[in-house]
């Protein structure tokens, strides 16, 4: 593809990759703007930076979809994409940023579109998406039932995927961090926007996650972003980040294994922020309108915002 920057991209797409090829192909495909619905190339850029691993995904196919990608293939000593964030978030040739530190998660066609029009309307807010499990169960329940690639495989190709990508919401379910729905809170995103302002502000993602995954650190970035009062922070509530099975230390392992890691990942969280594992303070602002596939998703939340409604009135 030939590069399309003659002028700055409003948005920088930092995307992290590790052991994944197959499902950050498709990832990058859900970023194309021939997948997202009113944005051009010259409207974002997408930083694929890639941890070298024995599975490389490469520039070559990083490129193959459009020509607003750029690649970055990193050595990395520790076990994290912590540092793989701070550093693609360096290159970003945007006033704003987006992170999406598992690359595994493919977005909705809406996702670019609406946030760039959330930053024109307020630049210094805050942007996330729900996240969801491609499958009919978490992916960490699923596995011990033998879900995998092939039947993920089976369930993209029920629905024609990528033909039209709201389709992937037939075949998901909520997150775990995500399990409060739409009115309420959630403890995380995988595609989380902001200036680079705030993004400098706040210190960018805490280096110290230096284990599995990153452990908490995203977590941990939400809740510094979310908690200080009065931050205007939009919900793109009827659009989503979908994560797909590619074997990862908490959704890809069996409950033995995954309980270790846990155990191991919360005793560093608790010893870099302490004890506090509430979910960020701010109330989401719900931006953009939901397409019918959203619809059973919109039936839970307002289920589980009723029913925390009743619990506190007790």
């Known amino acids: 593809m030939v590069s399309i920057f003659r002028r700055k991209p409003y948005l920088s797409i930092i995307m992290i990759v590790y052991k994944m090829p197959d499902q950050a192909d498709k990832t990058l495909l859900s970023l194309s703007p021939a997948y997202q619905h009113e944005v051009e190339e010259k409207d974002y850029e997408v930083i694929v ?116 990508g709201y389709r992937l919401f037939e075949i998901a379910v909520f997150s775990g961090s995500c399990q409060s729905g739409f009115f309420r809170p959630t403890a995380e995103s995988n595609f989380i926007a902001l200036s680079v302002r705030k993004w400098n502000e706040v210190g960018g993602m805490d280096s110290r996650y230096n284990d599995f995954g990153g452990g908490n650190a995203n977590l941990d970035l939400y809740k510094r972003l979310l908690d200080p009062p009065g931050v205007p922070y939009y919900l793109l509530f009827g659009e989503g980040s979908f994560h797909q099975f590619h074997g990862g230390v908490t959704t890809g392992t069996r409950s033995e294994e995954r309980n270790k890691v846990y155990r191991q990942l919360t005793e560093q969280d608790i010893a870099i922020r302490g004890e506090d594992r509430s979910a960020p303070k701010a109330k989401p602002i719900l931006f953009g309108y939901a397409r019918p596939p959203v619809y059973r998703f919109l039936r839970q939340s307002l289920d589980k915002a009723q029913k925390t409604r009743k619990d506190d009135q007790k």
């Open 49 to 164: 930076v890639e941890n070298r691993s024995d599975k490389i995904f490469g520039a070559d196919r990083a490129k193959k979809y459009a020509g607003n990608v750029r690649y970055f293939l990193r050595e990395e000593t520790e076990r994290t994409p912590v540092h793989a964030v701070n550093f693609g978030v360096s290159k970003a040739r945007g006033t704003h940023v987006a992170v999406m530190i598992d690359g595994a998660r493919m977005v909705s066609p809406g996702v670019v579109g609406q946030t760039l029009q959330v930053f024109r309307m307020c630049p210094e807010g805050i942007v996330s998406t729900p996240g969801y499990h491609i499958g009919r169960k978490l992916q960490q329940v699923a596995v011990n039932e033998g879900y995998d690639e092939r039947e993920e495989a089976k369930m993209l190709k029920s629905i024609r995927w990528p033909e039209n």
